[in-house]
């Protein structure tokens, strides 16, 4: 059974600060991982994919990925009120045709304040 | 104007019936996906389909029925004889052999 895990929060930061998220995972094939953020009763939104080792940045928006460790962190810079949400860490089992399937952390709830 | 709706966005249940929730896509993606999300939990998977007539299992698909008649379209039948229905459904799509998902608004499901 593949896992995914992330610290469940709150964590909080203040306005401009750097958020960093977290993200740990049990499968050592897996190949693909994707950041979703997801408002408060609203559906998840995807942010960010990583494939290989390193850092990707989008914008405010910096994804790290170690595989050797099985990790994934997303960083937030220059947090702002509107990223107050749950960030989901998702993961693809590629062994041996997983049917592209993905799990998924239970998220991490960020709260920037004003 | 691409995208995936769901509908209706709210859905009570008497205990006892099955509801069927809409999931239509426009993106032309061949894969489709339902997840169920309970307070505090991460998404977990109902059943998925890669192609039309064809679809597979996910980790709870013990109580759901679903049907793939059409490359559009992606119904989910809740049963009554799934024992803890309410929740909140999140239906997604993905382009075949990718695996990044795009999720639509989602139906939150109450049982009476």
């Known amino acids: 059974q593949k896992e995914v895990e992330q610290n469940s929060g709150p964590l909080s930061v203040p306005e401009g600060a750097i958020a960093s998220l977290n993200c740990t995972y049990s499968d050592r094939v897996s190949q693909s991982f994707f950041w979703y953020r997801q408002y408060s009763g609203k559906s998840p939104e995807l942010i960010m994919s990583?494939?290989?080792?390193g850092d990707k940045e989008d914008g405010r928006f910096t994804a790290q990925l170690n595989k050797a460790s099985q990790y994934v962190s997303l960083l937030i810079r220059d947090s702002q009120p509107s990223d107050s949400a749950t960030y989901l860490c998702a993961v693809d089992g590629a062994s041996g045709g997983s049917n592209y399937k993905l799990t998924f952390g239970k998220g991490t709830l960020l709260t920037v304040n004003p | 104007d691409g995208g995936i709706t769901q509908s209706p966005k709210y859905l009570f249940r008497k205990e006892g019936q099955n509801v069927t929730l809409s999931c239509e896509q426009n993106?032309?993606?061949?894969?489709m996906y339902w997840y169920r999300q309970d307070p505090g939990q991460g998404l977990r998977l109902i059943y998925y389909s890669q192609i039309v007539n064809d679809f597979q299992k996910g980790d709870i698909a013990e109580g759901y029925s679903v049907s793939r008649e059409k490359k559009e379209s992606f119904p989910l039948t809740v049963t009554s004889a799934q024992k803890n229905p309410t929740a909140f459904y999140l239906c997604?799509?993905?382009?075949?052999?990718?695996?990044?998902?795009?999720f639509g608004p989602g139906t939150r499901l109450t049982v009476l």
């Open positions: 997604a799509s993905s382009i075949v052999n990718t695996d990044t998902q795009y």
């Open positions: 990583i494939y290989s080792n």
């Open positions: 993106l032309n993606h061949d894969a």
